[in-house]
C-alpha cells in the first residue's frame, strides 16, 4: 500500500515549482524596472553632458557594467530553465517531451518578430550615434595622419631598395672578403653620396660593425650600434628591417638587410644599413598630427559605451521576451504534463499492485474526464482482481485435492500386490507401480513415460505391446489373458487383467493391465498334486511289497539247495533288493504325504546346528565343516525335530553336491531391524545352474539319479510351517549356498 507521502509527492513537486517560478518572475520584474531607470540615466547624461569627461567616462562604465550584469543574470534564468528542461529529458520524466514541444513552438513563435525587430533597432541606434559623432575634423585628421604615414613608407620603401642594390654589388664584388675591405668603404662611401643617404652601415655576422659612412649633418656625432635582435629577426625572417630613434637632427630612420640580399639561413655574409633623417619639423608635425587623432579618439570614448548600452537594453528586452515564451511553454506543458505525470505514478502504482489507488481530479476539462475514467478502470481492476483471488483459491483448492487424490492412489499402488501398468492412446506408459516393477523384472523410473515400439527384436516391453494386439483384437473392453514371462532367467506365469479407460463421452484414453503372479499358486497346487499322488502310491504299492518280498525269500531258503544255478540266486536277490528299494520310496511318499503339523516351541537354534553338524564330522572326514556364529542368536519358536531333520537334508545335499575334498560353511546371524534369524549353509561343490533353481523346491525334480526329488521340498515345508523362507544363491568362486530366513 503507498504511503501518503508517496500519493501526495507529485502535488509538492508542483507547489516547489510554481514558488520558483513567482522568485523568478520578481526578478525579471526588478531587473525591468532597473533597465528603465538605467536608460533614462544614459539619456540624460548624453544629451546633458558634465564637467569632468573622467566622471562621465567613469558613470557611463558603471551604468554599463550594471546592465551588463542583469544581462548575465536574464542569460542565466534563460539558461537556465532551458538546462533544466533538458535535465528532465534526459531523466525521461513524464511531460518532459511536450513541455520540449512546446517551448520550441514559443521560442519560435516570438524569436522571429523579436529578431527583427531587434536588428532594426541596433541599425537605428548604429546611425544615430553615428550621426552624432560625424565631423569633418576626423575626416581631416585621419588624412594628415595618412599623409605622414606615406612619407614614412616611402622612405622605408625608398631606403629597401637601395639596400637591396647594394647588397647586389657587395655580393658581385666579394667585399667582404678582407683584401677587399679598402675597395667596400670606397663602394659605400660612394653610393651614399650617390644617393644622399645620411649613413651607411656595413656589419658581418657577428653583429660587428665593418663600415661606417656618415654625411656631412652627422659627421663626428657618435651613432650607436643596432642591437643583435634586429640581426636575428631580419636572418631569420630573409625580410628588411626598419626602425626609427630621436637625433637632434631630426627622427633617424634606419633600414636593416642581409648579404646577399634576402638570404636563407646561414647563408649570409654580412648585414647592411641604410639610415635617413626625417627633419624635427616635419616629425613634429606628424607627431602633433597623431596626437590629436588619439585626443579625438579620446573623447569619442563614450561612443562605444553608450552604443554598448543600448544594445544590452535591446537584448535585455529581447531576452524577456524569450523569456516570457520559455516561462508559458513551461506553465501550458506542466498544466497537462501534471495530471500526465499523476496518471503515470498511479499506473505504477497499479503495477505494483497497489487497486486502491485513486486521483483526485483537480480540472472538469479533458485531463479530468480522462482521471475519472482512469479511476474507474482502477476501481473495476479490483473488482476483477479479487474475483480472480476468489477463483483462484478455489482452483488452488481443488488442485490440493487432486494432488492428494493423486498421491493416495500413488500410495494405494505402491502398497498393493498385483502390478498395475497404464498406457495412454498413444503407447506411452504412464503408470506403474513397485510391485510391478517387481513381478516382471522392470525399473519403473526407466519405463515411465516410455513409448511402445513394435520391435522384432526382443525387449523388455514388447510384451506390454503384444497385450495390447491381443485386446484390442478381442474388441472388449474387459478382457483376462494368461502371460508366460521369463523374468531374469526365471520362468514366471501370470494372469493378466485388461480393462479400457474411457472418458466421460466414452472415447478410450488408455488401457489399464492389472497383473497377478500365479508362480507360487502353480507351485502349490503341484505340491497339493504331488501329495495325493504320494497318498495314493504309497496306499496302492506298499500292500503288495511284503509279500513280494516273502515269496521271493521263501523260495530263496527252499530251493537254493535243490538249484544251483547262479541266474536264480541273483533274481531272487534282485526281487529283494528292489522291493527293498521300493519300499524306502514308498515310505518317503508316505512321509511326504501325510508330513505331520509342526508343533513349535521356544527352542535354542545353536544345539539343533551343532548336533547335525557332529552327524557328519566323525565320519566325514574329507569334508572341513566351518562354524561362523558371530551374534548371540534369540530363542525361536521352532518344532526341533523338523528343523533337525531340514538341517540333515540340506547338508545331504551339499554333501552329495562335492566330490572328493571340500568345505562346508554354515553360519548364523540375527538382524535386530528385520527381526529375523539368517541361517546360511554352503558348499564348494558342483553348483547349481539357474535353470534347475527354478524347479529345486519341487517334489518331481531331482539332480542325483536316485531319488525322487522329495528332500527339498520337505524341507521347504518345513520352513514354511515356520513362517519362515528358503531360497538358494550362488557360492563364490562355485557352489551352492541355501539361505534360511526364520521370524523372532
Known sequence: MPTPQENTAIPDAYQNEKRKQKREWLIVLGIIIVVILLTLAENRLIHTGGDSPVSNTILMFSLLNISLLLLMLLIFLVFRNLAKLLYDRKRKIIGTKLRTKLVVTFITLTLLPSSILFFFSIGFITNSIRYWFKVPVEQALNNSLKV?????DHEEAKAGLILEQMARQIKTGHYFEPSERKALSDYVKITREEFHLQAVEVYDTHSNRITLELSEELAGKPLGLISSDYFQTVAQNKKVKTFSEMIPEGELVRTLGTVPYDAK??????????SVV????????????????????????LKKPVQSSYYIALSI???????????????????????????????????????????????DDEIGTLVDSFNKMTRDLRISREQVELSTRMLRKQNLEIEARRKYIEIVLKKVSAGVITVEADETVS??????????????????????????????LQFIHQILEQFERSGKDDVELPLKLTVKAIPRSFWVHVNALKDETGNQVGTLMVFNDLTDLEKAQRMLAWREVARRIAHEVKNPLTPISLSAQRLKRKYSQQIHDPVFDECTDMIINHVELIRNLVNEFAAFARFPTADPKPCDLLPIIRETVALYRESRENIHFHMDILDEIPLLNLDRQQIKQALINLMDNALAAIRGKGNIFISAAHDPILKMVRLEISDDGTGISIKEKTRLFEPDFSTKKTGMGLGLSIVNNIILDHNGRISVMDNQPHGATFVIELPV
Open 148 to 152: 605622414g604615414r606615406w612619407i614614412y
Open 265 to 274: 639561413d646561414n647563408e649570409a655574409e654580412g648585414f647592411l644599413a641604410v
Open 278 to 301: 626625417i627633419p624635427s619639423s616635419l616629425s613634429e608635425n606628424i607627431a602633433s598630427i597623431s596626437r590629436g587623432y588619439e585626443e579625438y579618439q579620446q573623447i569619442k570614448l
Open 317 to 363: 528586452v529581447a531576452l524577456l521576451v524569450l523569456f516570457c515564451a520559455i516561462w508559458f511553454g513551461f506553465t501550458l506543458a506542466k498544466s497537462i504534463s501534471i495530471p500526465i505525470m499523476e496518471l503515470s505514478a498511479a499506473t505504477e502504482k497499479i503495477a505494483e499492485g497497489d487497486l486502491s489507488f485513486r486521483i483526485d481530479p483537480s480540472s
Open 431 to 460: 503408470t506403474i507401480n513397485v510391485s510391478a516393477g517387481k513381478m516382471l523384472g522392470l525399473n519403473p523410473d526407466q519405463v515411465l513415460n516410455q513409448k511402445l515400439t513394435p520391435s522384432e527384436e526382443e525387449n523388455d
